[in-house]
């Protein structure tokens, strides 16, 4: 494979917007990334020039993004960079840097976020896996359901609080 990879760190410009060619989800937003400079001699700290880059996520992780990220929020993204070229409608020539992004997330550098796992559907989670004949996978535990200790456990109708024995035994 010969694409170029970047990895990009920087601000959602705009809300993404989620749309389905086809039967395939695909988000696009855009991002801005502006760079920091140390000016030695001063010891202070100066904005670069901006740049814009246009971001497309696809399948799943387009609508992990679409679900996920607004405005304002700072991000890392990797992905395949191209570059385009085009004649706009004022006749000059314009630059655009696309991403077709692999990876998206919150960048933790400038905030905290938490994360939902993707509901699995019954046969995917019932399904044998290729390699189960083989020794198990060491991470592949914490994926089972139960087994996540911040997960949220349901309580049972006898720890619920208003659960109708809750009430009846306390009113007798």
């Given at each position: 494979?010969?694409d170029?990879?970047?990895?990009?760190?920087?601000?959602?410009?705009?809300?993404?917007?989620v749309?389905?060619?086809?039967?395939?989800s695909v988000?696009?937003?855009r991002m801005?990334?502006?760079p920091?400079?140390l000016?030695?001699?001063?010891g202070?700290?100066?904005?670069?020039?901006t740049?814009?880059f246009?971001?497309?996520a696809?399948?799943q992780?387009?609508?992990?993004?679409?679900?996920s990220?607004?405005?304002?929020d700072?991000v890392v993204?990797?992905g395949?960079?191209t570059?385009?070229?085009?004649?706009n409608?004022?006749?000059?020539?314009?630059?655009?840097f696309?991403v077709?992004?692999?990876?998206?997330?919150h960048?933790?550098?400038?905030?905290m976020t938490?994360?939902?796992?993707?509901?699995?559907?019954?046969a995917?989670a019932?399904?044998?896996?290729?390699?189960e004949?083989q020794e198990?996978d060491p991470?592949?535990?914490w994926?089972?359901?139960?087994?996540?200790?911040?997960?949220?456990?349901?309580?049972?109708?006898?720890?619920?609080?208003?659960?109708?024995e809750?009430?009846?035994?306390e009113?007798?």
């Open positions: 494979m010969n170029s990879t970047i990895t990009l760190r920087g601000y959602v410009g705009a809300d993404p917007i749309r389905t060619v086809g039967d395939v988000v696009n937003f801005a990334c502006t920091r400079k000016n030695r001699k001063t202070e700290w100066s904005d670069g020039v740049q814009w246009s971001v497309s696809w399948r992780l387009g609508e992990n993004v679409g679900r990220l607004r405005k304002g700072p993204v990797q395949r960079l570059a385009r070229t085009y004649i409608k004022d006749g000059l020539e314009v630059n655009t696309e077709e992004a692999t990876v998206v997330g960048d933790l550098n400038r905030g938490s994360l939902s796992r993707n509901p699995r559907t019954l995917a019932t399904a044998p896996e290729p390699h004949e198990t991470i592949s535990d994926r089972a359901p139960g087994a996540d200790p911040w997960e949220q456990k349901p309580e049972t109708s006898g720890e619920a609080e208003g659960s109708p809750t009430e009846t035994s009113a007798a």
